[in-house]
Structures are given as structure tokens and as C-alpha cells.
């Protein structure tokens, strides 16, 4: 059984998860609701561990919001297309205590997505490939 590491990790770990998505399927009403979307993001990330510090948001004219979460481990942002019921989602945390892959998830079910596509990028101390030069084994 493998040790929790959010417990033990130093301050300042120099280790992160980047999680971009795109959630199809949407009700274009909820993709162009600005308050709404703002809930459901800060709701997902909290759920997920993340401390959020701010949110900000801008609605387009004639449709499309997109929001802003500044988070203490780092950054989240939705980007919503209304108009074919599409979203992109971009999450970043540092450290190992938040959860950026069950965030997405989260706000894809509050969404209501009928598909979702997610990659994670593991960044610094975490990530497999080698730094830029550094020899490759």
C-alpha cells in the first residue's frame, strides 16, 4: 500500500499536475450562465481539495464566459462555447494535496457533459521526462 504523500511533502515541492480538458455535449443556457459557472467551478475545486483565493469572470457578447480560480496551488480556467456546447477546461495544482483530474470530473457532472477528454501533464519533481538539458538515459 503506498504512503498518502500529501501529509509528508515539503513546503515549496517543486511538483505539479496540469489538467487540460474539453467537455462536449453541454446545454448551451448553462455554458452562457456566468454565475452559474462560477459556482461550479469553485464548488468542483474545493470538492477536490484546492484552495480557492479568487474567482473572476467575463461574459462575452453575444455569448461565451469565460472564468478565472486563483487557487493557493496555483491557477484553474473555463473557457465555454456556447454556441456548439463545448467548454475547455485547464487546471494546474502544485504540490500533492489537490486533486486536479477529480476538479474536472466534478464540474464535468455539475455541467451535465455527455463526453469528456482529459489529459494530465505531471510537471516538475513528478513528470517522466528528462528537464530541458539533461541527458536523456
Same mark, same amino acid.
Given at each position: $500500500? @503506498?504512503?498518502?504523500?500529501?501529509?509528508?511533502?515539503?513546503?515549496?515541492?517543486?511538483?505539479?499536475?496540469?489538467?487540460?480538458?474539453?467537455?462536449? #455535449?453541454? +446545454?448551451?443556457?448553462?455554458? %452562457? /450562465?456566468?454565475?452559474?459557472?462560477?459556482?461550479?467551478? #469553485?464548488?468542483?475545486? *474545493?470538492?477536490? %481539495?484546492? *484552495?480557492?483565493?479568487?474567482?473572476? +469572470?467575463?461574459?462575452? %457578447?453575444?455569448?461565451?464566459?469565460?472564468?478565472?480560480?486563483?487557487? +493557493?496551488? +496555483?491557477?484553474? @480556467?473555463?473557457? *465555454?462555447?456556447?454556441?456548439?456546447?463545448?467548454?475547455?477546461? /485547464?487546471?494546474?495544482?502544485? #504540490?500533492?494535496?489537490?486533486?486536479?483530474?477529480?476538479?474536472?470530473?466534478?464540474? @464535468?457532472?455539475?455541467? #451535465?457533459?455527455?463526453?469528456?477528454? $482529459? /489529459? *494530465?501533464?505531471?510537471?516538475?519533481?513528478?513528470?517522466?521526462?528528462?528537464?530541458?538539458?539533461?541527458?536523456? @538515459?
Amino acid at each position: $500500500m @503506498s504512503e498518502l504523500p500529501c501529509e509528508t511533502d515539503p513546503v515549496g515541492l517543486f511538483a505539479g499536475q496540469h489538467v487540460l480538458a474539453e467537455l462536449e #455535449g453541454v +446545454s448551451p443556457e448553462l455554458l %452562457d /450562465d456566468e454565475r452559474f459557472l462560477r459556482h461550479a467551478l #469553485g464548488e468542483a475545486l *474545493t470538492q477536490a %481539495d484546492a *484552495t480557492v483565493l479568487e474567482v473572476v +469572470s467575463k461574459q462575452f %457578447d453575444p455569448q461565451g464566459v469565460t472564468v478565472l480560480a486563483l487557487l +493557493s496551488e +496555483s491557477h484553474a @480556467s473555463i473557457h *465555454t462555447y456556447p454556441e456548439v456546447g463545448k467548454v475547455f477546461v /485547464d487546471v494546474f495544482t502544485c #504540490g500533492t494535496r489537490a486533486k486536479p483530474e477529480l476538479a474536472v470530473r466534478l464540474l @464535468s457532472e455539475a455541467l #451535465g457533459a455527455e463526453h469528456a477528454r $482529459m /489529459d *494530465t501533464v505531471r510537471r516538475g519533481a513528478n513528470r517522466v521526462p528528462a528537464l530541458v538539458g539533461e541527458e536523456k @538515459s
